[in-house]
């Protein structure tokens, strides 16, 4: 195969590749379906939660006021951590001495030094009897070779107690972990960007694990719920659809401009398996909210009108 072959093949097989990419985009898109429009869709929260204690003890702190806006892990609350706090300095220093014993290498040296001379002993009594024999009596001998046995083994002890403190110094630093950790859950935290709707513990209170504290609502994205009509929309050809939700008031501080608009846009994310006795499926978009004058425009529980397609 020639260069100018070879440079054509190429050139095809990156066309066949880019086909089959844009196949595979149009294939994801939803089927465009006439535009609808869903009156009376509520608006619901995504995201609720209780954040509650995880350890008990008294609330010491409450870091927050409702109606804050807080952001993820945020401390929100503190229980008492004074008795985790002093666990902790003691865990510090124990973690410490056993750090030295781990370091501290003498009675290995020391062993292995009497071993040396148990050793030493007994090769020049075997010396003596090779040059003279029975000049060292064997019960003498044999207390020797006794010694050095003795000696040689207090050198394993000897290491093995270093090894167990090097080991001790692992099992300190695991404890002084869990105290960390056991300090950090005294801590209340916020799992995610909210809003604090409602405070259920006032400082002073003692809390059991899993009492509630704080009831936080996410409501930077919100959830539209509607029903549809079966024989309006199949709901194999709703969901992904984009939505648009139109949101007016009045401001009657703005005299240039009391009339407001927002347009608040997404995509249906869910469609229900189940048919409702009318012949309508419900559904939800998620949108993006936004603020006007710091607060958020459109609220759980308000009614507004969906238009779902192009």
């Known amino acids: 195969m020639n260069k100018t072959m070879k440079v054509q093949v190429g050139l095809l097989v990156c066309g066949l590749l880019v086909v089959l990419g844009l196949q595979a ?13 869903l009156p009376g869709c509520n608006v619901a929260l995504v995201e609720e939660v209780e954040i509650a204690a995880q350890l008990p003890g008294v609330l010491v702190s409450l870091e927050f006021k409702e109606g804050d806006s807080v952001t993820k892990d945020q401390v929100l609350a503190r229980i ?5 706090l002093l666990k902790r300095k003691e865990l510090t220093l124990q973690l410490s001495v056993a ?3 781990a370091s501290n290498d003498i009675n290995v040296r020391a062993a292995e030094a009497s071993a040396e001379v148990a050793e030493a002993e007994l090769k020049e009594s075997q010396a003596v009897n090779a040059e003279s024999p029975g000049a060292v009596p064997p019960t003498k001998i044999r207390r020797e070779e006794l010694t050095f046995r003795r000696a040689e083994l207090q050198v394993d002890v000897a290491q093995l107690e270093l090894d167990v403190a090097k080991l001790n110094v692992d099992v300190r630093k695991t404890q002084l972990d869990n105290a960390d950790l056991t300090i950090d ?7 995610l960007n909210a809003e604090v709707e409602r405070k259920l513990k006032d400082v002073g209170e003692f809390v059991q694990i899993g009492d509630p504290i704080v009831q ?5 994205k919100l959830r539209i719920e509607g029903f549809v009509q079966l024989k309006e929309v199949l709901p194999q050809l709703i969901h992904g659809q984009p939505v648009a939700i139109e949101y007016s008031f009045v401001d009657p501080t703005d005299t240039d401009d009391p009339q407001k608009k927002f347009v608040f846009t997404g995509a249906v994310s869910f469609v229900s398996n189940k048919v409702q006795a009318g012949g309508e499926y419900k559904i939800w ?9 710091g607060q958020w425009i459109l609220r759980p529980g308000a009614s507004v009108n969906m238009s779902i397609g192009e």
């Open 80 to 84: 008492d951590d004074a008795d985790a």
């Open 25 to 37: 985009v149009v294939a994801q898109q939803p089927t465009p379906i006439t535009r609808i429009v």
């Open 285 to 293: 978009a998620e949108v993006q909210n936004q603020k006007y004058k």
């Open 99 to 101: 750090e030295k014993e």
């Open 185 to 191: 859950r005294l801590k209340v935290k916020s799992p």
């Open 216 to 220: 936080l609502v996410r409501m930077d």
